[in-house]
């Protein structure tokens, strides 16, 4: 399984962006997806986390604002990120477990001006 990642790009603060994770095959509708993300000089932190039911969770530092989902007829899993601040720039990456494997997209990057 093969992720693909897009969205990212330049955004003043305040500004929205939405990323997207294609998926080599049909693999959404069964599997708990996840956006994460790295920052210069930090460690990779979970964002957003999309179980297979339906249940999400989120960062402390981004409820509110940002929003996953899944597009399952189109294989895509999305990040809605909404109200962004210098604090959310940042490399993101997407990743899906299924089956027992875990797959990660080769990342998108935020850049947040001020």
């Known amino acids: 399984v093969q992720l693909q990642a897009s969205g990212g790009g330049l955004v003043q603060a305040g500004g929205s962006l939405r990323l997207s994770c294609v998926a080599s095959?049909?693999?959404?509708?069964?599997?708990?997806v996840a956006w994460h993300r790295q920052a210069p000089g930090e460690q990779r932190e979970l964002v957003a986390d999309l179980i297979s039911d339906g249940t999400t969770k989120y960062a402390d530092s981004v409820k509110g604002r940002f929003t996953i989902s899944r597009d399952n007829a189109k294989n895509t899993a999305y990040l809605q990120m909404n109200k962004l601040t210098p604090e959310d720039t940042a490399v993101y990456y997407c990743r899906a477990e299924i089956f027992g494997g875990t797959y990660w997209g080769q990342g998108t990057e935020v850049t947040v001006s001020s």
């Open positions: 095959e049909m693999i959404f509708r069964f599997a708990n």
